[in-house]
């Protein structure tokens, strides 16, 4: 067929095509083998802790690869870190900590020093000069800084440091204490405004947990630009939208300590209804594995050969890995094997006969607060015999009540009694096994089943919403029971909400104490009263008493007035004499208030001129007064 040769445009199309496969594979082979390639570049860093999903990208390359204790970082990696993860690279003394989700690039030197991006705890253990997000730092032994980056600009803290930090920016030189700090906008300028420096807890920490109970969180942080009297709200919750909240509360301290139980928790700090600091940490429970096989008391029998037992314990969140012991005695005195492995799991075939005892350590990278505990001891007997077999225990099957678990709200949590008032307090519970019926209570009894419960609620769900509870000690359970009547009550729980805290007394109050009300007032036919604005009140009530030797007579309370003035027009109400004027500031929705305030009251005095004497002329009599102006009835503002 005409035009069905081999054309010119056919080879270059075929050259082409050789050449794009030859270019992917020599990207290929360079992804595949840079690892290998790169051990000859000086590393700027050695990988000293990372905690669950951290991934790095070498410079040039496509490929993800996890990171691991040890691993050199390379001047041009990209890495990045997941939510509720952390990675912490060391380069000489200084040690830096990436934490909160992100992906940054490893920057190359400047002038011989670390250059660093992003939201980091940077430890400098002997001193050291580096950069961080745009500012030349010089710190001393100790310093712990924390510096964050992001859409609203740069801010730098200085957690710990018993010198003075030097820090340069802009041509501008600055000096920072332990607990002060300095931030700006995406425009470069510095900003004073209500800020926190949160010491503890860290970003991202772990704390470890080694009994059933409990443990205490401690919260601690220094205020920027703000008054020792400025109340700060702490809240923590479950998830991070703040919509399961376990603890809350108003504090005029820079110290909290709250008692929570295993799992990650997110908090944030709040002053006006602005979050000022906010971050999440994690409690690990670390009271030991729970042991799998050799199942306890077992009886395990061999022929010739010792048998080959495997050792099974259940996983622990946050461990690296495990240590084993054998002992032929229970106190562990002298262990025949000692084994420390990364699985949850061993085989050995070194142990004879005789009553063996087990138990397993689950051992944490850096960067865990506490200390773990072994588990429980297990056992089992080892005999020679006809055949090898293991013989279990007679297995038998008792009835098994519901078991139940109380999950929200924790142990030990404390509520403000805004937040009960405000919003429902949630409830939740959970079982295993079959329940035909189940009761919810709630009781100032620390036995809620005794006696009369506040709230009684009969086949309820897994989840319980209680309005507007009251300031009180509160106790709450769940019991239930199987079809066959078989009942359980779960371990009762202690809830407080706190009282209502008052909100400040207004300040900067006028007529100020003592004041006397002059001519310039009655001419005017107003006496205005203001004050400053108190954070979280949405009105003000404002009273007058007159003083008298009976005591304070009050003339006049007003509504709730939304503005930080009132002005008196009704004169005629007043008449010589001391008075005390009052105002109160309050919280409320509706026509319901939900938060008072302290009062704070000035005094003033009103001294209206007595009429002047009457005047004798010579052509015949005539009185002259002085007549007061504003005599007479008037609306209030």
């Not at 040890?70 to 939510?83: H, K, N, Q, T, W």
């Not at 002059?518 to 005017?524: D, F, I, P, Q, Y």
């Amino acid at each position: 067929m005409p035009g069905s040769g081999f054309r010119l445009i056919d080879f270059f199309v075929i050259l082409l095509c050789l050449f794009g496969a030859a270019y992917s594979f020599k990207l290929f082979w360079f992804d595949l083998f840079y690892t290998i390639n790169s051990r000859n570049e000086k590393p700027l860093g050695i990988i000293t802790s990372q905690y669950k999903t951290v991934k790095r990208q070498f410079r040039d390359s496509v490929r993800w690869d996890r990171l691991i204790i040890g691993a050199p970082l390379y001047e041009g990696d990209l890495i990045r870190v997941a939510e509720l993860s952390s990675l912490a690279f060391k380069r000489e003394d200084i040690q830096v900590e990436y934490v909160d989700y992100q992906m940054r690039r490893i920057l190359p030197l400047t002038d011989g020093f670390l250059q660093i991006e992003g939201n980091v705890i940077v430890t400098a253990e002997k001193g050291g000069i580096y950069y961080l997000n745009g500012s030349r730092i010089e710190a001393g032994v100790g310093t712990v800084i924390k510096s964050e980056s992001g859409d609203d600009g740069v801010s730098i803290q200085v957690l710990e440091g018993g010198e003075k930090v030097k820090i340069e920016r802009d041509g501008k030189t600055r000096e920072l204490d332990a607990g002060e700090m300095l931030d700006w906008d995406t425009t470069g300028n510095e900003r004073s405004i209500p800020n926190a420096v949160v010491r503890l807890p860290r970003p991202n920490a772990r704390y470890l947990k080694n009994s059933p109970q409990p443990i205490s969180a401690d919260f601690a942080w220094k205020r920027v630009n703000m008054a020792s009297t400025d109340a700060l709200y702490l809240e923590i919750a479950e998830d991070p939208n703040f919509a399961r909240i376990v603890s809350a509360s108003n504090t005029f301290d820079e110290t909290v300590r709250v008692s929570l139980d295993a799992g990650p928790w997110h908090w944030r700090l709040s002053f006006a209804g602005s979050v000022l600091a906010k971050g999440y940490f994690t409690i690990v429970d670390a009271s030991g594995p729970v042991l799998i096989s050799p199942v306890k008391d077992s009886r395990i029998l061999y022929s010739d050969a010792l048998p080959s037992l495997s050792f099974q314990w259940s996983k622990t969140e946050g461990a690296s890995e495990y240590y084993l012991e054998v002992c032929e005695t229970d106190d562990f005195t002298r262990p025949r094997l000692r084994r420390q492995v990364a699985a949850n799991f061993l085989l050995d075939s070194t142990l004879g006969p005789g009553t063996w005892y087990w138990h397993i350590l689950p051992i944490f990278p850096a960067g865990f607060t506490g200390s773990a505990v072994y588990s429980s001891t297990g056992s089992f007997h080892i005999e020679q015999g006809d055949k090898q077999e293991v013989v279990l225990p007679e297995l038998v099957i008792p009835e098994i009540p519901p078991e139940l678990k109380l999950e929200l709200p924790a142990l030990g949590t404390v509520l403000p009694g805004l937040t009960a008032l405000r919003q429902p307090t949630v409830f939740r519970w959970d079982y295993t096994g079959e329940v035909g019926e189940s009761r919810f209570v709630l009781s100032a009894n620390p036995d809620p089943t005794v006696g009369q419960p506040v709230i009684e609620l009969l086949n309820p769900g897994k989840i319980i919403r209680v309005n507007r509870l009251d300031a009180g000690i509160w106790y709450w359970t769940v019991e239930a029971k199987t079809p066959d009547g078989l009942k359980s009550v779960a371990e009762p729980r202690r809830l407080e909400v706190q009282a209502i805290p008052l909100l400040p007394a207004p300040g900067g109050r006028s007529p100020a104490a003592g004041y006397r009300i002059g001519v310039e007032e009655l001419r005017a036919r107003r006496i205005d009263f203001t004050w400053n604005q108190v954070p979280g009140a949405n009105g003000y009530i404002l009273t007058i008493y007159r003083q008298s030797t009976n005591g304070l007579q009050q003339i006049i309370r007003t509504d709730l007035i939304n503005r930080t003035r009132w002005t008196l027009t009704n004169l005629g109400i007043l008449d010589n004499g001391s008075f005390v004027w009052q105002v109160e500031a309050v919280n409320s929705r509706g026509n319901t208030i939900e938060q008072r305030g302290r009062t704070a009251d000035n005094l003033f005095i009103l001294n209206i001129p007595r009429p002047a004497q009457p005047r004798v002329h010579s052509e015949g009599l005539r009185m002259e007064e002085v007549q007061i102006e504003g005599a007479g009835n008037s609306d209030n503002e």
